[in-house]
């Protein structure tokens, strides 16, 4: 039987003490058996650094990249080892993206997480507004610092793809570029009389021709010969067509 020493006696403890002795033990066994079967969290970070590790080895070169991990709200078991994997037909890219994961040195557990993805970098943008027809230059171009992944699709990320270009319609400055407000500058018109080379191993052939579309660099263009010849060739230069073989 417990006892209680209180002024060097030993005195039998009441029952309201013992009765509040049992309800701490209960408690305490209780908040054990609760810590034991929760999932401790840093298994779930563990998995989400699985994850993000993953993604940065797949996706090199992406300094500016931030990677972000949507635990579910549920508690999932323990997931040892995570493996993971890019389910079948996923392709990397910005946005939410779904990642799969395996548990467990044999994979046998499977759960998939969603994960978003988001790039920084730079973008050129115009200086100030141009007008219909005007030709870029590299000079109307500044790089703006920002969030890749909010730009519209068909944004131009390098300045490159739209120098030389001309604008379709009036275009704003200080805004992100999209590709559809350019076009290539006709470099062959229509009806035009154009030089067309043939070429290929040890050999060159020049014809004059008539185009039967305009093109712009790179373009395929339609050329007519005489009154019956028709071949595809494409624009290289002012009025100059190559043909390869």
């Given amino acids: 039987m417990l006892k209680h020493l209180f002024q060097g006696q030993w005195l039998a403890p009441s029952l309201a003490a013992l009765q509040a002795l049992s309800i701490r033990w209960s408690l305490a066994l209780v908040l054990i058996t609760t810590l034991l079967a929760a999932p401790p969290l840093q298994a779930e970070e563990a998995v989400a650094a699985a ?7 797949q996706m090199t070169g992406d300094d500016d990249l931030v990677i972000k991990v949507h635990l579910p709200a549920a508690s999932l078991p323990d ?9 079948h037909r996923s392709r990397l890219g910005q946005g939410r993206i779904s990642v799969g994961v395996r ?12 994960v978003d993805i988001e790039r920084y970098g730079q973008y050129p943008v115009l200086r100030q507004e141009i007008a219909p027809g005007t ?10 610092q920002g969030n890749l992944s909010d730009l ?3 944004a131009v990320l390098e300045a490159e793809r739209i120098i030389g270009q001309v ?15 350019f076009e290539s500058k006709p470099l062959v018109e229509r009806g035009q009389l154009v030089s067309v080379e043939a070429r290929g191993t ?17 373009d395929l263009v339609r050329v007519q010969f005489g009154n019956r010849d028709l071949i595809q ?12 073989f």
């Fill in 103 to 114: 548990c467990g040195e044999q994979g046998q557990q499977v759960r998939y997480l969603q």
């Fill in 233 to 244: 060739a494409r624009v290289i230069g002012k009025a100059k067509l190559v043909v390869d």
């Fill in 51 to 57: 994850v993000q590790d993953f993604l940065q080895q």
């Fill in 135 to 144: 030709q870029v230059t590299a000079a109307m171009l500044r790089q703006r």
């Fill in 79 to 87: 997931c040892p080892s995570p493996q993971p994997f890019l389910p």
């Fill in 202 to 218: 040890n050999f060159r052939v020049s014809r004059e021709g008539k185009a039967l579309n305009a093109g712009g660099l790179g």
């Fill in 152 to 154: 519209p699709r068909g």
């Fill in 167 to 181: 604008a379709r319609r009036a275009v704003a400055a200080e805004v992100p570029l999209q590709l559809r407000q």
